[in-house]
């Protein structure tokens, strides 16, 4: 820590890294996880097994662990993740919806708020992977 010329504390400010959204990614990448364990453990009706359900929990936290402003290929790989979830869940919603099932039915809520999370990993993901390509060389 820092010390003002009174011996008071000062927060040291974090380091911004411009157009960096991993840190966004990484919520709902590890949210996401969470709800697709609690859905499928109450019953909701997912677009996958249990042990696809838990498989990608797993994959969702570890790629929510591993993402940093450094290497950019792992932006890489939360783009190809994200498009995977918004296309399953997203699909799954609509149909589910398109057959009846009510707005307030859990199994679609929880494939909904998938989707709607997937979206918006992309979109920080995408966002973050232009800032990275924007940047300045270094000789």
């Not at 697709?36 to 929510?64: C, D, N, Y």
Request: aromatic residues 10%.
């Amino acid at each position: 820590m820092a010390f003002e010329g009174n011996g008071v504390d000062i927060v040291s400010p974090r380091r911004t890294v411009p157009h960096y959204h991993g840190d966004e990614v990484r919520t709902l990448f590890f949210v996401s996880a969470i709800v697709l364990v609690v859905a499928q453990s109450t019953g909701a009706e997912l677009p996958l097994s249990s042990v696809g359900t838990v498989a990608s929990a797993v994959v969702l936290v570890i790629m929510a662990g591993i993402t940093n402003p450094a290497q950019y290929g792992i932006h890489f790989m939360n783009a190809l993740i994200s498009v995977s979830g918004a296309l399953l869940f997203g699909i799954t919603a609509i149909d589910k919806y398109r057959a009846g099932m009510r707005l307030l039915d859990s199994s679609f809520v929880y494939v909904e708020v998938l989707a709607l999370f997937s979206l918006s990993a992309l979109y920080f993901t995408t966002r973050t992977i232009r800032g990275l390509l924007q940047r300045p060389k270094l000789s």
